[in-house]
């Protein structure tokens, strides 16, 4: 399972969204619970914004419980994530994620793709906390080997998936997409601190 990313480097064209943080910090070890950074369509444009990492319907009342992964195999007929595929699609930029691999002592590695950019396939909801709403994302995982990786979508998928009106059966043909080739390298073991958030989070191994 994909349980922490990075997101430490940004283009301009990123950066000049509406709704970009201004001063957002670069992370290398980005986690379930933390606030990240997602895209989602508005109108016939891209608008960035924080949300908390892990999806919050506005009925879910123990935060603990809420999901920071849907799988795109089941996530059309679940409850929790049902109304979010069809309306709140978003995407999650980020350089690159880490997985870990092996038996008796898991070796972590770094993927990423040619571009500078991934961007994960996730849902949003909206949740009232004290008098404000706040947002909250859960990141689309699919099956890969014995692994599970995040839905990552090119630049056309991208698209389809942020418009309000694509079809659903062009969306759940999004879902079963293949995984496509990535680059990767094994990793030092400082990586498995996960209160390092600091480029030694790479440091090969």
């Not at 059309?76 to 979010?84: D, I, K, L, Y």
């Not at 350089?95 to 961007?119: D, M, Q």
Request: aromatic fraction near 10%; charge should be positive.
């Amino acid at each position: 399972m994909t349980g922490r990313y990075a997101l430490f480097r940004w283009p301009p064209a990123l950066a000049g969204l509406r709704g970009f943080p201004a001063g957002l910090a670069p992370h290398w070890s980005i986690a379930p619970a933390a606030q990240v950074l997602m895209l989602r369509g508005v109108a016939d444009a891209r608008e960035a914004a924080l949300a908390r990492w892990g999806l919050t319907p506005a009925w879910l009342t123990d935060l603990s419980r809420a999901p920071a992964h849907a799988r795109a195999e089941t996530l059309v007929e679940q409850p929790m994530f049902r109304e979010a595929f069809r309306s709140r699609r978003c995407l999650l930029p980020a350089n690159g994620f880490y997985e870990w691999r092996g038996t008796a002592r898991k070796r972590p590695y770094w993927l990423t793709g040619a571009a500078p950019l991934l961007h994960f396939a996730a849902l949003w909801e909206a949740y009232p906390v004290g008098g404000q709403v706040y947002l909250s994302v859960a990141m689309i995982t699919l099956a890969v080997a014995s692994q599970r990786r995040p839905l990552i979508l090119d630049e056309a998928e991208q698209a389809l998936w942020l418009d309000a009106v694509s079809p659903r059966a062009s969306l759940q043909a999004l879902l079963l997409r293949p995984a496509p080739a990535l680059r990767e390298r094994a990793l030092a073991a400082l990586v498995n601190d996960p209160r390092l958030d600091a480029p030694e989070c790479l440091t090969p191994a």
